[in-house]
């Protein structure tokens, strides 16, 4: 079955840094795009950022990008998410997620998402 | 951008009861619109894409309809384990970018 796993979440302070991970297993990977959602508690659903299938290309939300950078390695399986130059209002719970068609190119719901990570940024 | 408003925000309903949740996007998005259920605590669940294709696995009281800006999700008989908050989400723009609305939290009355 599909399975999405985050990592790498913690408390980190104004200006750091964190890399997270997700690692996939139950499908093929390297045919789906992938992207990072996040969470404010409390809040609604932002999404972050997405990579195609074979990394080709990358967007961003206004709100990180230049401090964000989406990647992933199809040969671990692997999605990653560097965050740097944090801020408080990063603080969420962040969500990877898998494009529910293969190839889609951002245009397919996502039909699984990780458990989350909760990246808490502060002082 | 394309914005997504979601309405209401909150919905008080009963147990056996329908309920309507409606999303519209500030332009077209051609179908291009999904249905997501969350508890607390909990990942998003997908519910319903291309507006109205029920996921796999989905009840059938769950139904989506519309087209063009204005779309709607269905809950045809509402059961305990339905209580929840639903988002939509549109996956229409070029380049690829996801806009949520902003929830609607349904409680029991």
């Known amino acids: 079955q599909v399975q999405l796993v985050e990592s790498g979440g913690g408390v980190v302070q104004p200006g750091g840094s964190l890399r997270l991970s997700c690692a996939a297993s139950?499908?093929?990977?390297?045919?789906?795009?992938m992207h990072w959602v996040r969470q404010a508690p409390g809040k609604g659903l932002e999404w972050v950022a997405f990579?195609?299938?074979?990394?080709?290309?990358?967007y961003y939300a206004d709100s990180v990008k230049g401090r964000f950078t989406i990647s992933r390695d199809n040969s671990k399986n692997t999605l990653y998410l560097q965050m740097n130059s944090l801020r408080a209002e990063d603080t969420a719970v962040y969500y990877c997620?898998?494009?529910?068609?293969?190839?889609?190119?951002?245009?397919?719901?996502?039909?699984?998402w990780g458990q989350g990570t909760l990246v808490t940024v502060s002082s | 951008d394309i914005q997504m408003t979601q309405s209401p925000s909150s919905l008080s309903a009963s147990v056996g009861d329908r309920v309507t949740i409606t999303c519209r996007a500030s332009?077209?998005?051609?179908?291009?619109l999904a249905w997501y259920q969350q508890k607390p605590g909990k990942a998003p669940k997908l519910l319903l894409y291309?507006?109205?294709r029920l996921e796999s696995g989905v009840p059938s009281r769950f139904s989506g309809s519309g087209s063009g800006t204005d779309y709607t999700l269905t809950i045809s008989s509402l059961q305990p384990e339905d209580f929840a908050t639903y988002y939509c989400?549109?996956?229409?723009?070029?380049?690829?970018?996801?806009?949520f609305g902003q929830g609607t939290k349904l409680e029991i009355k």
């Open positions: 997620a898998k494009e529910r068609g293969t190839y889609c190119g951002g245009d397919c719901s996502s039909d699984y």
């Open positions: 139950g499908f093929t990977f390297s045919s789906y795009g």
């Open positions: 990579i195609r299938y074979d990394g080709s290309n990358k």
């Open positions: 332009q077209g998005i051609s179908n291009s």
């Open positions: 291309a507006a109205s």
């Open positions: 989400q549109q996956y229409y723009s070029t380049p690829p970018m996801y806009t």
